[in-house]
C-alpha cells in the first residue's frame, strides 16, 4: 500500500458561496451529486461540510442526515463519509457535535486553536475531549485538523493519554489567512515532527496549492482537494471539483503512484479496528 494516495474531496466548505463561484454545491442533493461525480473519478474520502435553506453553514444532525441520505441514493458509491465538526459550523461543541451520532467512519477534530480572517477557531481542551469522547462513543475516526504546528503536537498528547487512538490520520491545513502559511519550510517542519504510527495528508489553501500538494505526494502524504479550499482553478479561471480532482489525479499518477480505491484507503487508514 506503500505507492497508493487516497484523494479527499471537500466540496463545499463553510466560506464558499455561489457568488465566489457557481459551482459550489449548497444543497444535500448538490453535495452528494458532487461526490459521487468525483468518486467515480477517484475520491476515497469525502470531507462533508453542510448548509441550511438560507446556504449558511450548519452542523444541524437533519441536514447532516439528509446528504447522507442522498448518498445513499448512489448504492454503489462506497466513499468513505468524514463530517465536519469545525468551530464555523456550530456555537457550542454540542452543537458541533450533534452529527456525529450518525455515525459516519471518519470526523474531523481539530485540536487546538487558531484564527481564521475574520474570527478565532476556538478549540480549547473541554471542546475537544467533548468530540473526542462522542467519535470514540459512535465508533468514528478522527482526523486531525493541524491548522498550527501547536495542534500536531497536542494531537500526539492527546492519543498517549488515550483520549484519541492510535494510528493518527493527520492533516496538515496550510494557507489559512491567520494560521500556517502554505510554504514548504512549513511543510517540511511539520512533516520532521511526525509521529511514526500515523498517516497524514495535506490541504493547501490558495496559489501554492498545485506545488505544495505535489511536494506532499513526494513525501508519501495524502492529498484533499476541493472548492472548500480553492474556488479557482488557476488566475481568474473558477474551477469545480471534478477539475480539481482529476489535476491532482494526473499529477498522482505522473509520480508513478496509484490512487488508492475507498477499500484500500479504509486498510491505510485502519478505519474499522
Known sequence: MK??????????GNVPTKEMNPNVPITPAEIAAQIYQCWR??????????????????????????????????????????????????????ERGQMLCLGPEMASLATGSSNFPAKANLNDPETICYLAGEMKKYGVKPEVEVFDSAMLFNAIQLADKGVIDWPLQINFVLG?????????????????????????????VGREHVELSTMALALGGNVRVGLEDNVFYSRGVLATNLSLLKRMKAITLAMGKE????????????LGK
Open 176 to 204: 489559512v489567512p491567520g494560521s500556517l502559511p502554505a510554504s514548504f519550510k512549513n511543510l517540511f517542519f511539520l512533516y520532521e515532527q511526525l509521529p511514526d504510527n500515523c498517516t497524514w495528508s495535506i490541504t493547501a
Open 259 to 270: 490512487i488508492a480505491s475507498p477499500a484500500e484507503a479504509r486498510q491505510i487508514l485502519a
Open 3 to 12: 505507492n497508493k494516495v487516497i484523494l479527499t474531496l471537500a466540496p463545499t
Open 41 to 94: 473519478e477517484g475520491a476515497a474520502v469525502a470531507h462533508i461540510h453542510t448548509r441550511d435553506q438560507a446556504g449558511l453553514p450548519t452542523s444541524d444532525v437533519e441536514v447532516n442526515r439528509q446528504v447522507l441520505a442522498e448518498l445513499d441514493k448512489y448504492p454503489d458509491c462506497d466513499i468513505i463519509r468524514q463530517l465536519s465538526t469545525g468551530g464555523r459550523a456550530g456555537k457550542s461543541y454540542t
